[in-house]
């Protein structure tokens, strides 16, 4: 099938009654556009397409007999009116008339209008008269849009002039007008994807970068030029040949990816959705081994987009100027190279950034001129021209750059704007042959939400805020950046830290290796180079050891402190993990993970302090929350004899884990309720939520006499009021009650939003547990995004000397998982002491420590016996959750 053979098909319909016959044209259309994807240029398939629908829409309205109304014009308008379709765009339509129309007339419009709805065109129309559209469209910046790009499909040639005429005059809009309001929508339209492309899930057509960005240069130009074809502009001064060469391969690479993805929803679909990320990538060529596919697709997209976005920040800040008739207000000589034109930093002569030399002392120039705003479009095209010209020599490679570099890298302001700009521009990726490759790397999974040299930006500007007056949220930061001697080189682990991802192996280890190189070639000291690689090689470790392991046990401080080494290597090491943390995904960081984190440093520098006598540390903290709590409560007024009883009956682990504030809650709410709750009925169990206690969210506490599966029940509860346990501290006390602390957030990883939720959870705990047998219902479903994301099962094992054993466990992070491993641990008589819950995107990577019936670590049966049971169970989540 080819384009001329689907007119000739249309053609040969006789009548509007043979639905069979248009339907079936319409089929064989998308038909066509499938197979001929793969061979034919999509420029081709998208003119196609609208001339197609040209053929169909023009031979319909000729079986209606409305070519022979007088006065009536059939419009294409917005992207149909460019004459370009994507496979289910939508199709614009603007049926115009001199008057009000005829009642035999508009029988026969909303009859044409209705066959399209019933041959399933995804058809956007409006019925005006030229006094109607005109008046909407003075308005409306949307009518006004769509207008500029319309065309006439048949009708009075007059009739479609004279609207012209008067919606592109300066009566409805005025090219200035037009163009405020354009970019003030763009701005608007950026913000709502946070400024970024770098998205999980990107919108082939309004993403900042995209097809919308391209489409509003297209749209200023008519609107001022009246160009209808991009070459023009090159005419007027504002895009070499070349620019505008680029931008429309950047546009047929994005029209290639959208109409891919419209081919796979089967739908007008702009959102590139995981859902259909690995069938995109595969329909493109990029393979069909879904992971790796679609990172190699999206690093191509992200590429794309930042060439997009340079483009269209060149073009609409010359239209600044020059559609508003502005003149430069404020210019300021900052050397014979640069000036300062309104806050924008542009050349004085067309070498001003003509060498690798150059671009890198421009860089400099910008961070000794804090009133430095912007670039001015000269400043983009001088700084992509250089960077093109030496596309086959790394900057690196010169000995001069290499020293001007580490002049940037040590300067006070240089990650102020200035990286920005190294970043945005592509002059680290024209420096660094390493950095080049992780330009626009994408992972495929729900924990990165960037690419990875998007990440690290983010990275080091979160570092760079520790440095700032402004900074409030990070005071210790703070002080630790402050007081460093060498700011560069916690800013160097911070550049180095991911710059291996993508490569077989250990990206820490290769990464230590590369900074290594690095340091090497940039004469940095030994001592500094072994501080960064170390760094670079153990930017993860913190992170770790403070979501996966038990910070209060002594033994893992110890074996902590003892890879740190010095209260130098713990500053740098916090400070890079906490920003590492924070830049890998906005949702990620909150007050638990904020706590565990501090947690760990204060108790590592008090261990350090000690000389790692890490058992010590923990025997002050006894002692010390012991006395802290004992204050509290005696404020409170409460027996101290009472509070004695409660005390005895609890190990020291309970103290070192505790903040004294949580002590005194716990022992308040305990012993109420053996005054009260259990005399009344000794089998009760006490539920209290409080919001106000543990920083990092809400505490939940449990205490009564145990009884079988009580985590399982508690965790399938919590997941369905779509709340995550993130800590479970799991006891019993000396003389056999179960003692339960469980520190619990929303899903989205905030606190708990009002006492109303708090209060809810306790009756829900509570009906739960006092229904034995009874399992919860649990009816959340598995995220839409987690479906396309394969997380192997992985269960492992660790006997701690003879006392508990500590099980890692990853799996996809689907709803129940939690309740379903609390009842295999119940099925095979398995005690749970701790539980550390970590969410790592879609990944849950959770830690348990366990003992068996006696008490001890568990044999190697009982790990057998213990894996089969939890995969057994963890399948059962799998096919309750297959969509």
Known sequence: MSLQKLIAQVEQISSVEDLPAIKQCVQDSYHWLDTAFDTAPVNQLVTGRAQFVDALLLHLWHLLRLD??????????????????????????????RRELQPSTQDK??????????????????????KETVSLAKDDISIATNLIESRLLMGNERLFESL??????????????????????????????????????????????????????GWVAKKHFKEYDGWNLVGHGYFTEDEHSELIRCRMHLWRLRFALHLIAGRSENRLLFDYQPEVAERLGYGNEAKTSVERMMRDFFRTVRRVSELNKMLLHRFRYDMLNQSVQHQHIINDDFWLLDGMIAPRHEKAINTPEAVLQFLQVVADTPEVIGLDTDTIRQLRNTRRAFENEYFIEREACRK??????????????????????GVLQSYLPEWDKIVGMMQFDLFHAYTVDEHTHRLVKHINHYFSLKNREFPRCGRIARNLDKPELLYLAAIFHDIAKGRNGDHSVLGAEDVLSFCARHDIGDNDTRLVAWLVENH???????????????DVINEFATIVRSQNHLNLLYSLTLADIRATNDNLWNDWKASLLRELYLMTQKALDNGLQCQATINERVEQHKILAGQLLKERGEDQEKIDVFWSRMDDDYFVRFKPAQIAWHSREIIQAEQSLFLEDPDNLLIRANDDIAKGGTEILIYGKDRQALFAQVASVLDSRNCSIHDAHITVTRDGYVFDSMLVLENDGSRLSS???????????????????????????????????????????????DEYTLIELEALDAPGILAKVGHAFVDKNVTLKLAKIATIGERAEDVFIVTNEQG???????????????????????DINIP
């Open 540 to 554: 993860l470790l913190m992170s770790m050891v403070a979501q996966r392991r038990d910070i209060y046990d002594p």
């Open 856 to 878: 001890n670590a568990l044999t190697p049966d009982q790990q057998v016996e213990l894996k089969k049971q939890i995969l057994y169970k963890l399948d059962q989540l799998e």
């Open 109 to 130: 419009v909303s009859q044409f209008i209705t066959l399209l709805w019933d041959i399933r065109l995804d058809v956007g129309q409006a019925v005006r008269t030229i």
């Open 68 to 97: 022979e109304v007088n006065d009536l014009a059939l419009c294409a308008v917005g992207g149909y009116g460019r004459g370009h379709l994507q496979p289910y765009s939508d199709i614009d339509l603007l049926i115009i008339s």
């Open 164 to 217: 012209l005429e008067e919606t592109h005059g300066r009566q409805t809009w005025s090219s200035q007008d037009f163009f405020v309001a354009k970019y003030d929508e763009q701005k608007a339209r950026h913000a709502k994807f946070n400024g970024t492309s770098y998205n999980l899930e990107p919108n082939i057509k309004e993403n900042p970068g995209c097809l919308r960005d391209i489409q509003s240069i």
């Open 755 to 801: 006492k109303s939720r708090t209060d809810t959870l306790e009756e829900a705990i509570l009906n739960q547990l006092n229904k034995p047998g009874f399992a919860h219902d649990n009816k959340r479903k598995l995220p839409r995004q987690m479906r396309q994301l394969d997380v192997p099962t992985k269960v492992r094992f660790f006997n701690i000397a």
């Open 404 to 425: 001007q570099i580490m002049v940037l890298f040590r300067h006070p302001r240089f990650f102020d704007y200035a990286w920005d700009i190294m970043h945005q521009y």
